[in-house]
């Protein structure tokens, strides 16, 4: 079995930063690919970014290109979002998943899940 374990949620002002860390433990013989997802009230999950597991492709919705940025930690199976300007409409519950196989856009597929952390973006 694969634990997901997300951290680093929290609340921000409009325009300020957050960092959020994920992490796969248990049999994590494989390498994962990582994404991050975020639901917000009475709204669908939705994609936010994802990296392979290599490291060499991260994939961004549109709504957060340029403000945030998908990276693999250092140690095997982890992964960090970095996240800039966040503005209100970032308000949500972010999710982090794994999985081993293409595509990384999709929830539908992603084998484990983490339970979340709450990003509040205040006005």
């Known amino acids: 079995q694969v634990q997901v374990v997300e951290s680093g949620g929290g609340l921000v002002q409009t325009g300020g930063s957050l960092r959020l860390s994920c992490a796969a433990s248990g049999r994590t013989v494989s390498n994962y690919n990582m994404g991050w997802f975020r639901q917000a009230p009475g709204k669908e999950r939705e994609f936010v970014a994802a990296i392979a597991w290599s490291g060499d492709n991260g994939y961004y919705a549109d709504s957060v290109k340029g403000r945030f940025t998908i990276s693999r930690g250092n140690v095997k199976n982890t992964a960090v979002l970095q996240m800039h300007n966040l503005k209100p409409e970032d308000t949500a519950v972010y999710y982090c998943?794994?999985?081993?196989?293409?595509?990384?856009?999709?929830?539908?597929?992603?084998?484990?899940w983490g339970q979340g952390t709450q990003v509040t973006v205040s006005s």
């Open positions: 998943a794994a999985r081993r196989h293409f595509p990384l856009t999709q929830k539908e597929g992603y084998e484990y």
